[in-house]
């Protein structure tokens, strides 16, 4: 891997569109607000009514579904590589998940911030821990790995 960027990076939604494939409705990062490349990024995803999830999970009580909080956060990891030179262009695939745990509920209104660490890059794979929280109280948990391609 090449010397750390030391500078901290944010990106909108235009530019986080420019970094990963994804798009409405499986867009779930509308911004990241910080990221030094090879370390870390933090973002969020405002979470709304509108959802389309929301319609079947659950109409009387919405709830986001654990997997698209997971999906959110590996969202999320994508520009902690791909901004390096050396991964410039590439695509980044949600490759794994271990150790994921749901702490509480998140629900229409809220906004999920998401912390998401490199804890370890060997060639195109990459660890990461992600931690999503809403109001500062973490909600889930997981260790993610990544395939850039």
């Known amino acids: 891997m090449s010397e750390i960027i030391e500078e901290k990076l944010s990106f909108d939604i235009q ?3 420019e970094i990963i494939p994804h798009r409405y409705p499986f867009l779930l990062v509308d911004k990241i607000t910080e990221c030094i490349p090879g ?17 079947g999970h659950f109409p009387d009580n919405p709830i986001m579904p654990g997997v698209l ?13 791909t901004v390096l030179p050396e991964y410039k262009g590439k695509l980044t695939l949600f490759a794994g998940v271990d150790n994921a745990r749901f702490k509480n509920i998140v629900r ?18 990459g660890k990461c821990h992600g931690i999503g929280s809403v ?10 790995t990544v395939c850039l391609k």
């Open 15 to 17: 530019q986080i569109m």
């Open 39 to 55: 370390k870390y990024s933090k973002g969020y995803k405002n979470v709304t009514m509108n959802e389309g999830f929301f319609q």
């Open 69 to 81: 909080q997971i999906e959110a956060m590996a969202q999320c990891s994508a520009p902690i590589l």
């Open 108 to 125: 229409p209104g809220d906004r999920l911030d998401m912390f998401i660490e490199l804890t370890k890059a060997k060639g195109p794979i």
């Open 135 to 144: 109001d500062g109280k973490t909600v889930v948990e997981a260790d993610l």
